[in-house]
């Protein structure tokens, strides 16, 4: 089965930005679905973004135009590109594959995460 | 925009009791229904799908069941190793919202 790592958390002050990377083994983003969620301390996950195979890009209205989600399918990796972060923004973010299950779509592929904290 | 609503928020059971976390939506999803399993410190893990199918390697004494707006995941004999909080989302439409997820605790 496929894993997927994601690196680039760290602690960035209000107003920053900061892109994060996730690599694929595995398995080839260019034929799935990936999608980033996040989960902020003590909460539920909340998803974020989703570029599908085609390359198309959706997201969140609470981070609309604020997060671009990218790949580059020669290095097997997709991106988060995050602007204007504030303490809102600050959480654990997961890579996670979208795949369809004949029941409807799920993450069946999550990486371990990276954090992210926004405070000065 | 869709929203799921788990309870309780909490639950805390001995080893070998039937535990059951209820989940609703806030219009009807079908069957567009998925459980995870999140350990502590640990991402999330896909555990059910299609409100009933069990995700590969997932014991048999976990279980879902319901439709439209009202879903139930049931562990018929609770494990120490089950340990976890659960969370259902919705996969009938964007965004695929997430609940609040159920703590289960072992008495």
């Known amino acids: 089965e496929g894993q997927l790592a994601e690196t680039g958390g760290t602690l960035i002050q209000p107003g920053g930005s900061l892109r994060l990377s996730c690599a694929a083994s595995?398995?080839?983003?260019?034929?799935?679905?990936m999608s980033w969620v996040r989960q902020a301390p003590g909460k539920g996950p909340e998803w974020l973004s989703v570029?599908?195979?085609?390359?198309?890009?959706y997201y969140a209205d609470s981070v609309k135009g604020r997060l671009t989600i990218s790949r580059d399918t020669s290095k097997n990796t997709v991106y988060l590109q995050m602007n204007s972060l504030g303490a809102e923004d600050t959480a654990i973010y997961y890579c996670?594959?979208?795949?369809?299950w004949g029941s409807g779509d799920a993450f069946d592929i999550w990486g371990q995460g990276t954090l992210v904290t926004v405070s000065s | 925009d869709i929203q799921m609503t788990q309870s309780p928020p909490s639950l805390s059971a001995s080893v070998g009791d039937r535990v059951t976390i209820a989940c609703r939506a806030s219009q009807t999803i079908s069957s567009y229904l998925n459980w995870y399993q999140q350990k502590p410190g640990k991402a999330p893990k896909l555990l059910i799908y299609?409100?009933?199918n069990l995700h590969f390697g997932v014991p048999s004494r976990f279980s879902g069941s319901g439709s439209g707006t009202d879903f139930t995941l049931t562990i018929s004999s609770l494990q120490r190793e089950d340990l976890a909080t659960y969370y259902c989302q919705q996969s009938y439409s964007n965004p695929f919202a997430f609940g609040g997820g159920t703590k289960v605790e072992i008495k």
């Open positions: 996670a594959r979208r795949s369809n």
């Open positions: 595995g398995f080839y983003v260019s034929v799935n679905y």
């Open positions: 570029i599908t195979s085609g390359g198309t890009t």
């Open positions: 299609g409100t009933s």
